[in-house]
């Protein structure tokens, strides 16, 4: 982030996200932060707003989930992170602000290295290849140059090729800062540890070279390497950065594997770590790292990223004192320094740490709040004091509010946009850290691989055993495994459980779950065990309790998969498909979990061939078994229809039986076909919340289930009569009365809710602006499919609904309109909104109120509008409706709601109540 905003609230100044802001003394409930309900516990001090008893892993997984899922490709088709440092929410428009990959991929290997042991996701490992390749190819210095074989720390947001920022007060064109090229370098080497390509190795030993040729004296105003030098000529653009740590490491790694020329490594390591203790670690000059900051030759500009670093470096040493001999000194002061320097609040008793001097928040930063909290849960590791570990859990606790379960991570509270480095690369890594110092952080009721001191190159998670290679042939591990362990071999050899591990073993803490491994030779380690931990379990109830009499389902409650909780590879959607042998209505659905699929699970209602007719939350699950969510709106259904229902598992975790549906199962009216006869059951898509699942494999089924009640079933009374005749006539009675029902259709693709100003088309963002985009004759159209509304029914209410995903403050003036056609069809760049004949009924809507985050807002009533339209001579009920805003022309009168791209869960809804 870092990083002056100016240039990044040009836009966003306009979309001020709409929060109470902490203070010490304001009541809990009142506040909100980043569209999260502030929590407490009963002391008042600050929980996270994640409703797990693991939040550190529930962001770590959103997060990742984000950047493998949700991140576009921009118009040159590569990933939006190869090619700027940020995006825009909800608008998912692009940075203008200068792109920083070096020091941002290094960080995602920093991440990757802890977060491949901890879920055994080789995926992560492919993104973040991506990132390292595109540098190599695209973002490395000529080796003939003065700085040859150089990774660039910076480029022009939205430039293929880095080249430096091209500014005269930053890094300028090829400008380099040898300090993230170390940063890159040792991530270089260490990603060929866990892949074995030679490439990274080759990659990483050029950038050692190169600093060794380059090295030179330090002193109080010149670092053994500049901040910023031009790499072709060699000109000195900036003399000074405290950030020597990121070369230490990488010498320190090459001397350690006898790689290059380590002679010539271990002077020069030498030489910069005896500059930190002597300057910087003395006279708190912790000045010069993000890669945007303007020139400071003053050095007023204090970071404390250095700092911290700097002291995870010496704490990752087995015997700390062999780095430094005042480290027990040392490490208390810079934690004290960088709170009295850069710390905000408290709030709620959590210290918030902002980023350096010249800016950057008055509540701090979540990454740089994250990271000083791993830094405290790595001194109490070390000491046991207990008031270390607090500071860490309440400064996590605050940073997890900068996240939302979507995993798009804001930088501030306060504006801006989302940084890939503040947001994931240096954000990510620091609650996997805290967790590796502090295992009960971790889920107790899962197996993980938590830390090692060896890159890990294997790993894999079954029933009562974790087996996984290492790198090193010595190293020390730790996990929390869900199984008592009974044996632990290290290739093939058993080791022996110990007190301790002053020699090769392991030890084991029953309570907590948490194993220690020292092993001296081999690479390859098995623990295994025959006892399954017990984890805490409640019966599952159906939700909500007041069950409607006749509701069917296919499968009863006592019903349970063969396998309860398989781990995933990525967020998935998995589904049945199913018909009924009488027209129904669909009241909603439910599915089988096991204790680790946690996360926000949401459901879907889907015809055959994709087209989406409802959508539920599921809200207060339980810890495991059956779960129920009601759709908004009941949905009828027609007989001897194929339908599929289905749910999104954000972990990827989820249930199965195998070949279970070899043949078709039946539960009253409700039939699950076989897989033959519909290409296909027990069906499944990975990737974004809402996809269509349309995959099967060996006839899985996946213990989806709806929920539904047959049409016309309701009891009627009866009574036996007590005469033959009747004293009078009774009243005559109509033949029939109107029958009200209500029709919510939703947005079901991307190129059915767009916005056009002037000529310019858009249909692809996650939001769409509603109001003006800063230009008069702003038009936001939706086109809804499949209206079920007959033609001359009397329409009694009729709204938009738009689901906010940030807080909002702006006033909205718009026209409400229809197409005025029978059968509305779709947008394209050839059949602009601004093309279609609108209906002489049109509707005002004006609103000054604030957009709360997470938050459906319903429109003025349309009745007269839709009305008009299914009026129409060939109007027909299943026929396409389109309703179209037009701005004001009140420049940025507008706000943003969530479009079909951002989630089908959270796309424009429109809600008719008619009779007939």
């Known amino acids: 982030m870092r990083r002056l905003f100016q240039a ?25 932060w980043n569209g999260h309900q502030v929590m407490v516990d009963s002391s008042n001090k600050l929980v996270s707003w994640i409703a797990s008893d693991y939040p550190y892993d529930q962001v770590m997984e959103w997060g990742w989930n984000y950047i493998q899922n949700s991140v576009p490709n921009t118009s040159a088709g590569i990933k939006h992170y190869l090619s700027y440092c940020c995006y825009f929410e909800p608008a998912g428009g692009n940075s203008n602000w200068y792109h920083n990959p070096a020091g941002l991929y290094a960080s995602f290997v920093d991440s990757l290295i802890m977060a491949y042991p901890y879920t055994g996701s080789a995926t992560l490992v492919t993104t973040v290849k991506g990132m390292l390749d595109y540098q190599l190819a695209n973002g490395t210095t000529p080796a003939g140059w003065l700085w040859g074989s150089m990774p660039y720390a910076s480029a022009v ?27 890159l370098g040792y991530a270089y080497l260490r990603f060929w540890q866990l892949t074995g390509n030679t490439t990274y190795r080759t990659a990483a030993i050029n950038i050692a070279n190169t600093l060794v040729a380059r090295v030179r004296t330090g002193n109080a105003s010149q670092s053994p390497w500049p901040f910023r030098v031009h790499a072709q000529t060699g000109a000195v653009l900036e003399e000074y950065t405290a950030n020597m740590v990121a070369a230490v490491n990488l010498f320190d790694e090459l001397i350690r594997l006898n790689l290059g020329n380590v002679a010539s490594y271990q002077t020069v390591r030498n030489q910069a770590w005896n500059w930190v203790l002597t300057y910087p670690m003395t006279n708190n000059n912790w000045n010069a790292y993000f890669e945007d900051i303007e020139r400071n030759p003053s050095l007023t500009n204090k970071n404390q990223v250095t700092p911290m670093e700097t002291a995870r470096y010496i704490l990752s040493r087995e015997n700390p004192a062999t780095v430094d001999p005042q480290w027990q000194t040392h490490i208390p002061a810079l934690l004290t320094w960088v709170k009295n320097t850069f710390g905000k609040g408290p709030f709620y008793s959590a210290q918030a740490i902002d ?41 996590f606790n605050y940073a997890t509010y900068f996240s939302d379960a979507q995993g798009r991570v804001k930088a501030t509270f306060d504006g801006g946009s989302n940084w890939y480095s503040d947001g994931y690369g240096d954000y990510i890594k620091h609650f996997m850290s805290g967790i590796g110092s502090i295992p009960e952080w971790s889920p107790a009721n899962e197996s993980h691989l938590l830390r090692s001191s060896s890159v890990v190159t294997s790993v894999t998670y079954a029933v009562g055993r974790v087996s996984y290679t290492t790198f090193d042939s010595a190293s020390r591990d730790r996990l929390r495994l869900n199984f008592t362990p009974t044996q632990v071999t290290a290739n093939g050899v058993v080791l022996p459980q110990r007190g301790d591990l002053n020699a090769a073993g392991w030890t084991y803490n029953a309570a907590t779950g948490v194993l220690n491994l020292r092993h001296d030779t081999g690479t390859s380690i098995v623990i295994s065990g025959g006892t399954t931990a017990p984890t805490a379990t409640r019966t599952p109830t159906l939700q909500p309790t007041n069950t409607p009499v006749g509701l069917q389902s296919l499968w009863t409650t006592s019903a349970t998969p063969a396998v309860a909780d398989v781990m995933g590879i990525a967020p998935i959607e998995l589904g049945v498909k199913f018909r009924t042998s009488t027209n129904a209505t669909i009241t909603g ?94 069906v499944f898509t990975r990737g974004a919340n809402g996809s269509f699942p349309v995959s099967s494999s060996t006839n899985n089924n996946f213990w989806v289930d709806v929920l539904l009640l047959p049409n016309n079933t309701s009891p009627t009374a009866t009574r036996t009569p007590t005469a033959t005749t009747m004293a009078a006539s009774p009243t005559p009675m109509p033949t029939s ?101 609108l209906t002489t009924a049109r509707v005002a809507h004006s609103s000054n109120v604030n957009w709360a985050a997470n938050t459906w807002y319903p429109f003025t009533d349309m009745s007269a509008v839709v009305g008009e339209i299914i ?9 396409s409706l389109s309703i179209i805003l037009s701005g004001s022309g009140s420049s940025w009168g507008r706000k943003f709601a969530a479009g079909f791209e951002y989630g089908a869960a959270y796309a424009p809804r429109l809600v008719i109540t008619y009779s007939s």
């Open 8 to 32: 990044c609230l040009v836009l966003f100044s306009f979309l001020l996200i709409s929060v109470s802001l902490p203070v010490s003394a304001a009541t809990p409930t009142g506040d909100v």
């Open 157 to 183: 947001n939205g430039q293929t090729v880095y080249q430096g920022d091209g500014t005269s007060v930053r890094d300028g064109a090829n400008g380099i800062q040898p300090d993230k090229a170390a940063e």
């Open 355 to 395: 980023e350096q001097t010249v800016c950057c928040s008055a509540y701090g930063l979540g990454s740089h709040t994250a990271r000083w909290a791993s830094i405290n849960a790595l001194w109490y590791e070390r000491t046991a004091d207990v008031n270390y570990r607090n500071a860490a859990a309440l400064a």
């Open 589 to 682: 659905l439910r599915f089988y979990k096991g204790a680790s699929n946690t996360g926000t699970h949401t459901g879907h209602l889907w015809t055959a061939n994709g087209t989406l007719l409802a959508t539920a939350v599921f809200v207060n699950e339980t810890a495991s078994g059956w779960q129920a969510a009601n759709f908004p709106t009941p949905i009828n259904i027609n007989a001897n229809t194929l339908y599929i229902i289905s749910y999104y598992s954000p972990t990827g975790r989820f249930s199965y039986t195998a070949d279970y549906f070899a043949t078709s199962r039946s539960s009253g009216i409700l039939t699950a076909p076989d897989s033959v006869s519909v290409g296909g059951n027990g």
């Open 737 to 837: 009365l109107p029958q009200s029902s209500t029709v919510t259709r939703q947005i079901g693709a991307g190129g059915d809710d767009v916005n056009q100003v002037g000529s310019t088309y858009e249909a692809a963002n996650p939001a769409v602006w509603i109001g003006d985009a800063g230009a008069a004759g702003s038009l936001a159209a939706f086109r809804f499919n499949n209206v079920q509304v007959p033609r001359g029914a009397t329409i009694t209410a009729a709204r938009l609904e738009f689901y906010s995903v940030s807080g909002q403050w702006l006033t909205i003036n718009l026209q409400i309109a229809g197409d005025d056609v029978d059968n509305s069809a779709a947008f394209s760049a050839s059949a602009l909104p601004s093309q279609r004949v």
């Open 871 to 879: 009026s129409r001579p060939n109007w027909q009920a299943g026929n």
